[in-house]
């Protein structure tokens, strides 16, 4: 494994770990993480009250290609939603509500990032 690659794991592993510190702050309860299904992954399965919420984090490190949430494409927004319906097949919730969320996240410096919470994004 390259170096870049191990920086992009890291930064996305950071983006993670500071998205579900400012979901439980928000009073989210985190239900999984990295829920992988159809060579994809759902970066965070929550509940915000009674609502499940499926979380795509985006975390960059500069803007240079684009801003984080510009990269959650209607390919992508597919494959999460597939991969939400195998998730609700294999831990049913009849009749609870469920939204999709980004959480975009820029760093600028190890301890300095801006964090922009998408709800209901797609």
Known sequence: M??????????????????CAYL??????IVARGFRLFRGEIDIIARDGETLVFI????RADESHGR??????PGKQKQ???IALGYLQAHPCPGVDCRF??????????RDYR?????DAF
């Open 101 to 110: 969320d980004v959480i975009a996240i820029l760093f600028r410096g190890e």
């Open 56 to 59: 795509e984090v985006k975390a």
């Open 115 to 119: 964090l922009e919470h998408f709800v």
């Open 2 to 19: 390259t170096d870049v690659r191990r920086t992009t794991r890291a930064l996305g592993r950071a983006g993670e770990d500071i998205a």
């Open 68 to 73: 984080p949430e510009e990269s959650v494409t």
């Open 24 to 29: 439980e702050r928000k009073k989210y309860t």
């Open 80 to 82: 999460i939603r597939r």
